[in-house]
């Protein structure tokens, strides 16, 4: 099976390519709906950021308010890491989970925003960075 990571910024597309992708009979995998999985209640991922973050960023209800956790990581380089630190290898391990079970197909497709700057080192036999024009992207956001 050909492993291909599929990446851009915000707002360029990468969405719509993953869905002509999967309607086309690829199968997709989402590493942003797999970071929101793993920070749920009752993962590890979750208890690591609940103990590097403490419970201010948990909702009423004691899941991650990612918005509020968002906040306070985008501002600041160091914590971000420390988030990715937590959240990234939990992804790397799913998607390859998701990877193994295509292994019978041609082909699957690994969205992964921002690929390059977080650095994820998997075999990828190919890439595809999806881009579009400032105003657009704008437009889309």
Same mark, same amino acid.
Not at 54 to 57: D, I, Q, R, T
């Given at each position: 099976?050909? #492993?291909? /990571? #599929?990446t851009g910024g915000i707002a360029c597309g990468k969405s719509v390519v993953g869905r002509f992708l999967a309607q086309s009979g690829v199968p997709v995998c989402d590493a942003d709906a797999l970071a929101h999985d793993a920070m749920q209640q009752g993962r590890q991922a979750y208890r690591r950021i609940v103990e590097t973050f /403490? =419970?201010?960023?948990l909702d009423g209800a004691g899941r991650v308010d990612r918005a509020r956790l968002g906040r306070r990581i985008f501002d600041d380089p160091? @914590?971000?890491r420390r988030l990715e630190t937590i959240v990234h290898p939990e992804v790397r391990r799913a998607?390859?989970?998701?990877? @193994?079970t295509q292994s019978a197909r041609e082909a699957a497709v690994v969205?992964? $925003? #921002? #690929?390059f @700057?977080?650095?994820? $080192?998997?075999?990828w036999d190919a890439v595809i960075c999806v881009a579009? $024009? =400032?105003p657009r992207r704008k437009q889309w956001l």
């Open positions: 099976m050909r #492993l291909i /990571g #599929l /403490g =419970e201010s960023v160091d @914590e971000r998607w390859r989970v998701w990877a @193994e969205m992964v $925003p #921002l #690929l @700057e977080t650095k994820f $080192p998997d075999r579009a $024009p =400032e």
